[in-house]
């Protein structure tokens, strides 16, 4: 089984000399196995100030497809299709989730960041949906949709909301292209999505 280590910058020659390693290993269980590719949080740059919240982030809703760990096609006429010969680490949401809250946490601008089932005290809530996250094989992209909510604890009031947009070209479409397309658009993804977050708006 091999894994796609996160590509961030500074980190290529770390990903390319563990991808190599991870190829001899995957090249032992036969080609039946399909490749697991992983999502990257970005890295941690803290700054000094910031909004000293807490937040709590849930695990993000899409359609039944991106309920799965299935890397998705998206083909002309807007039917969806899983791409043979790789899967995500674990089902989509929660990959997501996970590399959100760790993106938050790693710019240490915040109080705390968990999830619901933590039960950790907190002024807001994070709510999103995966609109879409597949490869667009009209366009030859690969896209990253995510819609998000922040919401007032207590009160329930929706304080701001946003959608966040990426499309990052994709020369061809096979398990390992795709996944590392996406993991680009996701990247930009959460660039915004920290920002927006960390503004405080």
């Known amino acids: 089984m091999r894994v796609l280590l996160p590509a961030s910058p500074g980190r290529a020659a770390a990903a390319a000399l563990g991808l190599a390693m991870l190829a001899a290993l995957g090249g032992c269980g036969g080609g039946a196995t399909p490749l697991t590719f992983d999502l ?31 890397i998705i096609v998206r083909e002309r006429g807007g039917s969806l299709s899983f791409l043979g010969g790789g899967q995500w680490a674990d089902r989509l949401p929660r990959l997501i989730q996970t590399r959100i809250i760790q993106s938050l946490e790693n710019t240490g601008r915040l109080r ?7 039960k950790i005290p907190s002024e807001y809530l994070l709510v999103s949906e995966i609109r879409e996250f597949d490869i667009d094989s009209g366009s030859g992209e690969a896209v990253v949709d995510l819609s998000a909510k922040l919401i007032a604890e207590g009160s329930g009031r929706v304080v701001n909301a946003r959608v966040f947009t990426a499309r990052v070209p994709v020369p061809k479409v096979d398990a390992q292209t795709a996944a590392t397309g996406l993991d680009a658009a996701l990247s930009q993804v959460l660039g915004d999505l920290v920002r927006w977050v960390n503004s405080g708006r």
């Open 112 to 118: 705390s960041v968990s999830r619901p089932g933590d």
């Open 40 to 70: 990257a949080a970005l890295p941690g740059q803290p700054r000094a100030g910031g909004a000293a919240r807490a937040l709590v982030v849930s695990e993000p809703v899409g359609l039944q497809p991106m309920e799965a760990d299935r």
